[in-house]
């Protein structure tokens, strides 16, 4: 028979834009600050949680499983299990959610739940050319080995690709965050209802398409040619720019 479950109490950190304020703040200092906080106000004893569960997307590579660095750092103790949950925009609830299903189970008494996130220090990320090439360089076994695997670098090998912009990708349809519900409808023919966009938001969608999706061909919304039209180039732009819109 499930239990009845009661949320005691809640807290949250200041929010910011990525890269401003809480940009030096790391992910795990972040939820061990909450954590902290958290558990002084309701005068709980660390030692009496059953578990720890933080919802978290971009796994920081210095502690893969946030909720339980942030957890020790807290002063949980060690034998107090914490396990970090995925569920992308969703991840803190979704902690809240399995923190229930414990309790309610009878598999625990108190939980500790939240979610946890720093945009600020998703890291940049290099192609797989590029790792090759460094792997090669750092397991030369002699000096000569190591300036021969060096020469193979080229200008191409430092372009980092931006941890953050390849999240926000859906990894599927190609379009970036938010974009992929609003045009369905049209891209598909379903016959759900939809309002017609206005020029101005058929010009926003295409720039962001552009902008998300370089690999993907569309046709062009501003001419009657069927030749497609490559994300990433400004032919459009210029023709939107010399010709009025036509319904």
């Not at 949320?7 to 992910?27: F, M, N």
Request: net charge positive.
């Amino acid at each position: 028979m499930s239990r009845e479950v009661v949320v005691v109490d809640g807290l949250r950190t200041p929010y910011a834009r990525a890269g401003t304020e809480l940009k030096d703040v790391s992910a795990d200092e972040l939820g061990r600050v909450v954590s902290v906080e958290l558990l002084a106000r309701t005068n709980f004893d660390p030692e009496d949680l059953d578990e720890v569960v933080f919802g978290n997307i971009a796994q920081p590579p210095d502690a893969v499983n946030v909720a339980r660095v942030a957890a020790l750092k807290a002063g949980v103790p060690r034998d107090v299990p914490a396990f970090t949950v995925n569920r992308l925009c969703g991840s803190g609830l979704q902690s809240i959610v399995d923190a229930h299903y414990r309790i309610a189970a009878g598999d625990a008494e108190a939980i500790l739940a939240g979610g946890v996130e720093s945009m600020s220090n998703i890291p940049l990320l290099y192609s797989r050319e590029s790792q090759e090439v460094f792997t090669e360089v750092f397991t030369a076994r002699d000096l000569a080995s190591r300036v021969a695997a060096a020469a193979r670098f080229r200008p191409r090998h430092f372009k980092p690709e931006i941890g953050l912009q390849m999240g926000l990708t859906d990894a599927v349809c190609g379009l970036n965050m938010g974009r992929r519900r609003k045009s369905w409808p049209r891209n598909t023919g379903s016959p759900a209802k939809s309002r017609t966009p206005s020029p101005c938001a058929r010009t926003r969608e295409s720039r962001s398409r552009a902008t998300s999706s370089p690999k993907r061909s569309f046709p062009c919304p501003s001419r009657r040619s069927s030749r497609p039209w490559r994300p990433g180039t400004t032919e459009c732009a210029r023709i939107r720019r010399s010709r009025p819109w036509r319904s």
